[in-house]
């Protein structure tokens, strides 16, 4: 069975400081792995996603993800972060192409002026 | 090219009382799957069409049920609503099966109130 754990469901950053989002999984199988983005009154967006091949993956909007097999991690970051972060993350994990999308509990992220 | 639509965008109903929530995927795209969203359980998937087929089901009882037609467009019912069911019902689309290794993309939701 595959599981997510999100490391803080609230983290708060200054304007222009480093975002560091934490997830860890759980998988039987090579996972895919995924970063959702969800704003206010608003659906899910992929920010970036892990299937095969490179373990660092580059998403939208200047964020990255680094999949660390060893570590059982993929956490999200983020060089500067930008006042128009500030929303609700949510890192998944797949088994396979024919299992269902599990969701980590989501990490609100707040950016500081 | 238009998102993934879903209605009602607000929904209130009372307890006993069963709604039907509509999603109509991008244009294109063969599969489309449900989640309900709430504060205490997060994101959990209900299932996913393709091809007007449910070809996987999350753990929800069988009040919760779906259907796909022909033209890709799904809905989801849920009879008999008790208070537990309030939440933000989440509808995406991609263009294949397994969608979970293609992009997929997420509707605005529909917002259940169960009174």
């Known amino acids: 069975a595959q599981s997510v754990t999100q490391l803080g469901s609230h983290v708060s950053v200054s304007e222009g400081a480093l975002v560091l989002l934490r997830c860890n999984y759980s998988s039987s199988v090579p996972p895919y792995l995924f970063w959702y983005v969800q704003y206010p009154n608003q659906g899910l967006q992929l920010l970036l996603k892990y299937t095969t091949g490179a373990t660092l993956v580059k998403g939208i909007n200047g964020f990255e993800a680094e999949f660390k097999k060893s570590e059982t991690s993929f956490h999200l970051t983020k060089p500067s972060a930008h006042m128009s972060d500030a929303a609700e993350y949510f890192c998944a994990v797949s088994a396979s192409s024919a299992s269902k999308i599990i969701f980590g509990s989501g990490t609100r992220l707040s950016i500081r002026p | ?115």
């Open chain 2, 1 to 115: 090219k238009a998102g993934v639509t879903q209605t009602p965008r607000y929904l209130i109903k009372t307890r006993g009382q069963q709604v039907t929530l509509s999603c109509s995927p991008i244009s294109g795209h063969r599969s489309v799957s449900w989640y309900q969203q709430t504060p205490g359980q997060g994101l959990q998937f209900l299932f996913e069409y393709f091809s007007e087929t449910q070809r996987n089901k999350g753990n929800f009882p069988g009040r919760f049920s779906g259907r796909q037609f022909s033209n890709s467009r799904s809905e989801m019912n849920v009879s008999t609503l008790e208070l537990g069911d309030s939440a933000l019902y989440l509808c995406a689309s991609s263009w294949a099966q397994g969608a979970q290794t293609d992009t997929q993309y997420f509707g605005p939701g529909t917002r259940l109130t169960v009174l």
